[in-house]
């Protein structure tokens, strides 16, 4: 569905300058390790979240409120920056992350510039590096690597989304690539999170789900653009799947340790 492209960049301007203006206070919550893992994760999703968004605004499409994602996303990263400042010892990638973070963020605050689009994945591509570094560390000391791969599930249905969008505007090559490594990937973590002995009945049955909406997505992207809504139903399925990683995180973040 095509919105109305004035209204549509009204709100979007309305809603820069809301975040350009607000400010994100930390909590004072302590976090053990399995939270910080969580959040360290929740970082490699939400940039590629970020930038979703505004590819999706760039092309005028309108599934999942793309501005207010945009927002809620850009939020949501810079008060786990304020987490991870005073619970990681790893303040050097980290600091590196927020530099990178800050460009990244100035670019996309601007109206969508299709030109800007390899700028801001080589970006992107640094911040998850710099979160897998801070992960590394954590995983050195608590081993929770079922919350880590998790996460990446949540990492990956964005960055399939990312690289679907790059696609349809224009861009091939190593984006094509990248996304079909993603699909690879998600297939087989879905496989290594099935093997985990401590799973219970909800993680299953969200690891079955999760099987299913990858084989639906590997179907529609094998029609191609004949498949009617094509990026609409590629972004109702990484939607989907987006979702459902979030739980099933959250449902590892809260076992037992063993």
Do not use: C
Not at 70 to 79: D, G, L, P, S
Not at 184 to 189: E, I
């Amino acid at each position: 569905m095509k919105i109305n492209f004035e209204k549509y960049f009204f709100t979007y301007f309305l809603a820069t300058l809301f975040i350009s203006s607000s400010t994100v206070n930390a909590s004072n919550k302590q976090h053990n390790l399995v939270e910080l893992i969580d959040i360290v994760g929740q970082q490699r999703m939400l940039v590629h979240r970020v930038l979703v968004s505004y590819a999706q605004i760039g092309q005028v499409q309108s599934f999942g409120n793309p501005v207010n994602t945009k927002i809620n996303a850009i939020k949501q990263f810079e008060k786990n920056i304020d987490i991870l400042k005073n619970s990681v010892q790893a303040q050097q990638p980290l600091l590196k992350m927020v530099n990178t973070w800050n460009k990244l963020k100035v670019i996309t605050l601007a109206i969508p510039d299709r030109r800007k689009m390899k700028i801001l994945i080589g970006y992107n591509e640094d911040i998850v590096a710099y979160a897998n570094e801070i992960m590394s560390l954590l995983l050195n000391k608590d081993g929770r690597n079922a919350v880590n791969i998790a996460g990446k599930q949540r990492m990956l249905s964005q960055r399939i989304a990312l690289f679907m969008l790059m696609e349809n505007w224009g861009f091939k090559d190593s984006y094509t690539t990248k996304m079909q490594i993603s699909l690879a990937n998600f297939s087989l973590n879905i496989k290594h999170l099935k093997k985990n002995k401590d799973n219970n009945e909800q993680i299953n049955k969200l690891l079955n789900s999760l099987d299913k909406d990858y084989i639906n997505l590997i179907k529609i992207i094998s029609r191609g653009k004949k498949e009617r809504d094509y990026s609409f139903s590629i972004s109702r399925y990484t939607s989907q799947m987006l979702r459902k990683s979030k739980k099933m995180t959250q449902l590892y973040v809260r076992l037992p340790a063993v």
